[in-house]
């Protein structure tokens, strides 16, 4: 069974940089979708980032609010997937959830998403 655990959270002052990881098992992330989500309190999940890579072609789309700020990758020799977030706001504070899609269509949208990881919590604050 497709499993993904995720690392990297913490507390970090504005300005600063996190990255988080995905590590995946049970299944290849290599020709996943992966998405980012984050939930901040009281608010709806949102889609942050999605990374898409088949037949030698990379997609990455980025929410508005992260543009320019986030990147997304992905190691296929470690199957794990990553989120480096630098220039981090406290607007960015929030449970931070990786997901994987094997479907056909790749949609930062949770319903698209069939396996999650737990979360791991960012909280940005000086």
């Known amino acids: 069974q497709e499993q993904l655990v995720q690392s990297g959270g913490g507390l970090v002052q504005p300005g600063g940089s996190l990255r988080l990881s995905c590590a995946a098992s049970?299944?290849?992330?290599?020709?996943?979708?992966i998405g980012w989500f984050r939930q901040a309190p009281g608010k709806e999940r949102e889609g942050v980032a999605l990374f898409n890579r088949r037949d030698s072609r990379t997609y990455l789309h980025f929410a508005d609010s992260v543009q320019g700020r986030f990147s997304a990758s992905r190691d296929n020799t470690k199957n794990t997937a990553y989120l480096q977030m630098n220039s981090l706001k406290p607007e960015d504070t929030g449970l931070y959830y990786c997901?994987?899609?094997?479907?056909?269509?790749?949609?930062?949208?949770?319903?698209?998403?069939?396996?999650w990881g737990k979360g791991t919590l960012v909280t940005v604050s000086s």
């Open positions: 997901a994987a899609s094997f479907q056909s269509l790749c949609a930062l949208q949770p319903w698209a998403m069939d396996y």
């Open positions: 049970g299944a290849t992330l290599d020709s996943a979708c």
